[in-house]
């Protein structure tokens, strides 16, 4: 008898840690940050990706990785509980032209396959042109005839 009590609890027990997930839901649209039209100099490049475990279970989150250096992602170690929120802080080196970069979180969130979330960013950085003021002007000569 207490062999089948014993069994019977550690598949209530079970079924029920099994049952429970961590989901992860992000603030920004798509998953995207968009930087605009960024000059150069004038930004540090830092943006924070900002989610809540809108689950049942704690979220763990074990990796991020960019597609290149020049975009250093950081994330919190800890479990995020659930209804609890978190940030994923992404830097990006603010090198001139567009940007175009994807993070890839790597965590036990059940809502993205395999728990593999992408994020984006986007955007261009310019670089101002200089004014020379010793520069002479142009100007328009009209010739007679």
């Known amino acids: 008898m207490k062999k089948?009590?014993?069994?019977?609890?550690v598949n209530i027990f079970s079924s029920s840690v099994f049952g429970q997930s961590a989901k992860i839901e992000f603030k920004d649209a798509d998953n995207t940050i968009d930087y605009g039209r960024v000059e150069k100099n004038s930004d540090d490049g830092v943006r924070s990706f900002e989610f809540t475990n809108t689950g049942d279970a704690p979220l763990i989150i074990t990796n991020a990785?960019?597609?290149?250096g020049c975009t250093v992602p950081s994330y919190p170690k800890e479990p995020?509980?659930?209804?609890?929120?978190?940030?994923?802080?992404?830097?990006?080196n603010m090198g001139v032209?567009?940007?175009?970069?994807?993070?890839?979180i790597e965590s036990n969130a059940s809502n993205y396959e395999g728990g593999r979330i992408p994020l984006k960013i986007k955007g261009e950085v310019y670089v101002k042109e200089a004014v020379n003021v010793l520069e002479k002007k142009k100007s328009l000569i009209s010739i007679e005839n």
């Open 4 to 9: 089948i009590f014993l069994i019977l609890l």
């Open 65 to 68: 990785q960019s597609t290149c």
């Open 80 to 92: 995020i509980m659930p209804g609890k929120s978190g940030k994923i802080q992404v830097k990006y």
């Open 97 to 104: 032209g567009p940007i175009r970069k994807t993070i890839t």
